[in-house]
Nanobody, 123 residues
Framework: VQLQASGGGLVQAGGSLRLSCAAS????????MGWFRQAPGKEREFVAS????????YYSDFVKGRFIISRDNAKNTVYLQMSSLKPEDTAVYYC?????????????????WGQGTLVTVSS
């Protein structure tokens, strides 16, 4: 599976962005998906995850209520809709795929990673 993240950019605080992660391969629909991010000088951290069928979205506390993860298995794509963005959301955002139906918040549970897309939120 190859993952291609896109949709990052520069946005003002309070604004919105939608990230997309397009996956190759016929088995995408059987994989759980996650989004992680890495801010400058910090470790990569969990943002959101979703099961293979699109249920049970799960969010980290710092994005809950502002971000929404979703997927379209017909398009082999997972999305991260980000709203009410804050400067502290500035990071490179990575999508990841796990070869199981169930998602995880742990980075090492994921088998495939996209290249990342940069989100910069200005104050």
């Amino acid at each position: 599976v190859q993952l291609q993240a896109s949709g990052g950019g520069l946005v003002q605080a309070g604004g919105s962005l939608r990230l997309s992660c397009a996956a190759s391969g016929r088995t995408f629909s059987s994989y759980a998906m996650g989004w992680f991010r890495q801010a400058p000088g910090k470790e990569r951290e969990f943002v959101a995850s979703i099961t293979w069928i699109g249920g049970m979205p799960y969010y980290s506390d710092f994005v809950k209520g502002r971000f929404i993860i979703s997927r379209d298995n017909a398009k082999n794509t997972v999305y991260l809709q980000m709203s009410s963005l804050k400067p502290e959301d500035t990071a490179v955002y990575y999508c990841a795929a796990r070869r199981t139906a169930w998602a995880s918040t742990r980075e090492f549970d994921y088998d495939y990673w996209g290249q990342g897309t940069l989100v910069t939120v200005s104050s």
